[in-house]
């Protein structure tokens, strides 16, 4: 059996669901095993995953990659301590990390919306490509900015001049990336992304997003005028560092341009940096696929399995490439928002929610742990049938799972 569960926001880490659903999937098994409808020790295999927002680096550092610690500002310029991973010549950066709303010393407000940038992050970057890795994943995802990856490439080195606010480097008129360029020196980005968003326009980082991140009516019109002058400008930089293939789009009108407020745009056009789908990424990561061999069950999971996560979630992901292995999965979950006939569509077979056990949502996520045990009682019960059709004859074999 394999755990490869997201967090639950707000109350457990995707590791601290996995230890829920083990603790709750032993205990009911013990008790199977003693009314004799089970045997052996069930085989658990815990691959915490993440859809390249919060969690991305976690997901890393519980697949064996070292934690390389690092201080870096934060998303208005106040030191904050945040790591970087690495495992041989491939390093992994969250952006939620680094600049993320998370990081932010209280809610977001306008302010903070107009201010918030990405420096850190580009940091964080910089420090694992001088470190020798060769590849970079960038988990983009929770970002506190709609700054147009400005911040990043600056935190990269890129010298920006001409701001007509020091603490908003998308306003930049004049941009150098030839630090950017040596840094790089061929190696590779790759930003690991769940959203299609283009950087401008009605479903772009400005109108989607910032509303999200403190931003009032004005506020996203400023911020939409000032992603166009910067993609206005970086594109042209970038055309005349490396020319632009005039036959294909622009990056700002690329589906997922407009990721992490936009910061995905400045990491293409900035830096030559590939678009991956989020969980995807995660999942070659964290090695997913060599989990799979032999298992008879997955469960996988999110807080909230909604409408949202149909679009490149982590449950979906997971979901999907366990399906294509031939291995059926199950989901858990604080709450689902979705119909049966959805979740069925969607190729859950069984959901669990903690709300199903605690509708006071209060309540649920304070005691998400307990209650998450619980569902991991039921997940023993759906393995006992799986492994009892698969298995014939008298009891299953030992370390099944």
């Excluded at 490509?129 to 995802?141: E, T």
């Excluded at 479903?203 to 989607?208: I, L, M, Q, R, T």
């Excluded at 490396?242 to 400045?266: I, K, N, V, Y």
């Excluded at 989020?278 to 032999?294: K, T, W």
Aim: hydrophobic content about 45%.
């Amino acid at each position: 059996m394999v755990l490869a569960s997201d967090k639950f926001k707000g109350s457990l880490t995707a590791a601290q669901v996995a230890d829920a659903l083990e603790e709750g999937l032993l205990r009911r098994w013990a008790a199977l095993v003693a009314e004799g409808r089970a045997s052996g020790t069930p085989d658990v295999r815990r691959v915490p995953v993440a859809d390249g927002g919060d969690g991305t680096l976690d997901a890393a550092l519980a697949a064996g990659f070292a934690r390389m610690p690092i201080t870096v500002p934060g998303p208005l310029g106040d030191p904050v301590p945040t790591a970087w991973a690495r495992r041989g010549d491939v390093a992994v950066v969250e952006l939620a990390d680094c600049s993320g709303l998370l990081r932010l010393p209280a809610p977001p407000t306008p302010a903070s919306a107009l201010t918030a940038t990405t420096t850190g992050t580009g940091q964080a970057v910089a420090a694992a490509l001088r470190a020798g890795c060769r590849d970079v994943l960038l988990g983009l995802g929770g970002s506190a900015s709609t700054d147009g990856g400005a911040g990043l490439l600056q935190g990269m080195g890129a010298l920006l001049e001409g701001t007509t606010d020091p603490t908003r480097p998308v306003t930049a008129t004049q941009v150098d990336l030839g630090p950017v360029r040596a840094l790089l020196g061929g190696r590779r980005i790759v930003l690991a992304t769940d959203v299609d968003n283009p950087l401008l326009g009605p479903h772009g980082a400005a109108a989607v997003y910032a509303p999200q991140k403190g931003a009032g009516p004005d506020d996203v019109a400023r911020l939409e005028a000032d992603l166009a002058r910067w993609a206005d400008l970086l594109e042209g930089t970038a055309g005349t560092a490396a020319p632009l293939d005039r036959s294909r789009d622009r990056h700002r009108d690329r589906p997922g341009a407009g990721a992490a407020g936009g910061a995905a745009f400045g990491a293409l056009a900035g830096a030559g940096a590939a678009l991956a789908s989020g969980v995807e990424a995660v999942l070659d990561l964290v090695g997913f696929a060599d989990a799979l061999d032999g298992a008879d069950l997955v469960v996988t999971g999110e807080g909230s399995l909604d409408e949202q996560s149909l679009r490149g979630k982590a449950p979906v992901g997971v979901q999907a490439a366990a399906t294509r292995a031939g291995v059926p999965t199950i989901a858990v979950c604080g709450r689902t928002t979705l119909d049966p006939a959805t979740l069925t569509a969607a190729g859950f077979g069984t959901v669990h929610a903690v709300t199903d056990l605690q509708p006071d949502p209060e309540r649920a996520m304070a005691e998400a742990a307990t209650y998450v045990a619980v569902l991991g009682e039921r997940v023993a019960e759906a393995l006992a049938d799986v492994v009892g059709r698969a298995t014939p004859g008298p009891g299953p074999a030992t370390r099944r799972g």
